[in-house]
């Protein structure tokens, strides 16, 4: 304690002080994860940065290769004045992603505190994948993931209907959606020319307007939400744990095959944040 602690009124300007004791050292290991509102999700190529790019000021390379996203991006999208919300592209996932192909899925725990998720689809794959198959992989691993993130809700954005003839827009989408058997809300835009991207923009804002109004008012949705958001943590903090046993043990084992080559690769710790101005 300082001299100040033994001030009274007859002694104003004490010259008493207690010794300190010693401090406490601790090692902790920080994770940085992104806090955003929507989080995107699809395929390579899909046009998740493209779409971020349309709605908000970040400016994510775009490219028409896969995998152009390598880190996380953030956009903060001012639907007006006073309304705003945070939406997060992550690199692309493909099928296998929990077993490693492509970039791998530890990606998604920058989406563990989102409350929705947009399920971005090229309608007009330039492989000629069918988009069905494509929504079915993904949903597959993210379930893969987390179960409790695969449970947030999910809108199918479908995307690059601009590529699609006029006449056959209607009939493409319509037989995603019932071959999908999707029963949510549905959007059909182009990112690249921003049709239709406003109008989720709103719809987005009303939903997590109208969602955290919900869980102020009703007391057991507030506990609900708690709940899931718990065991999403904890299911997303398992999967990158044996994530990354996985690659010690790879590492190790490279190292006793004598290949010396040190990779940092996926380090995804790195996350660029961009604000508007
Ligand atoms: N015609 C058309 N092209 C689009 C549209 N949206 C995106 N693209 C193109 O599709 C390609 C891929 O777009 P990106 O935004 O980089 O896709 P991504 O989903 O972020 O891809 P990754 O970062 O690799 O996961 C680019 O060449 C874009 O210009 C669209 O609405 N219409
Ligand atoms: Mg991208």
Known sequence: M??????????????????????????????????????????????KSTFIRSVSAAKPKVAD??????????????????RSFVIADIPGLIEGAAEGAGLGIRFLKHLARTQLLLHIVDVAPYDETDPVESVEAIANELDKFSEALAQRDRWLVLNK????????????????????NWQGPVFRISAVSKQGTQ??????????EEKAFQETEDASKAEAEKKLLLTLEQEARETIRDLNNERE??????????????DDEDDDDDVEVLYVE
């Open 2 to 47: 300082g001299n100040t602690a033994f001030k009274s009124s007859t002694n104003r300007a004490p010259r008493k002080t207690t010794n300190g004791s010693p401090g406490e050292a601790r090692r902790i290991r920080l994770e940085l994860k992104v806090l955003a509102d929507v989080g995107l999700l699809g395929m390579p190529n899909a046009g």
């Open 65 to 82: 290769y896969p995998f152009t996203t390598l880190i996380p991006n953030l956009g903060v999208v001012d639907v007006n004045r006073h």
């Open 161 to 180: 209907i601009d590529l699609l003839p006029e006449d056959i827009v209607e009939k493409t989408c319509n037989d995603i959606i019932e071959r999908l």
């Open 199 to 208: 109008d989720i923009c709103y719809k987005i804002i009303d939903y997590l």
């Open 249 to 262: 043990l790879e590492k190790r084992k490279r190292k006793e095959q004598g290949s010396a080559e040190d």
